[in-house]
């Protein structure tokens, strides 16, 4: 029981860094989208979205799509991501 606290402390922990809800809010609505979007949307720096984006694919809740041709990447939220982020909206929700 105690390992499942320290999950959900480890993961409240991602969630209170900086950037991380709202990067996750924009994937939620945009579903698929591009740095360049991204960074645009948040008035984000690159290195602070490119760091963000790394975090969250590691933890499972963000995608990385790569397309060939031409050469473009995206980013969507893993099924994990979409749910955290609905819990977000709820949560949200709840609390105004």
């Known amino acids: 029981m105690l390992h499942n606290y320290m999950l959900l402390f480890d993961f409240m922990e991602i969630l209170g860094k900086k950037w991380v809800v709202p990067l996750l809010l924009l994937l939620l609505l945009a579903e698929q989208t591009n740095f360049s979007h991204m960074k645009r949307q948040l008035r984000i720096t690159s290195r602070a979205l490119s760091k963000?984006?790394?975090?969250?694919e590691a933890v499972g809740l963000v995608q990385k799509i790569v397309l060939d041709n031409?050469?473009?990447i995206y980013y969507t939220l893993s099924i994990k991501g979409k749910e955290v982020s609905q819990a977000v909206t709820q949560l949200s929700t709840y609390l105004a």
């Open 70 to 72: 031409p050469k473009k």
């Open 52 to 56: 963000k984006l790394q975090l969250l």
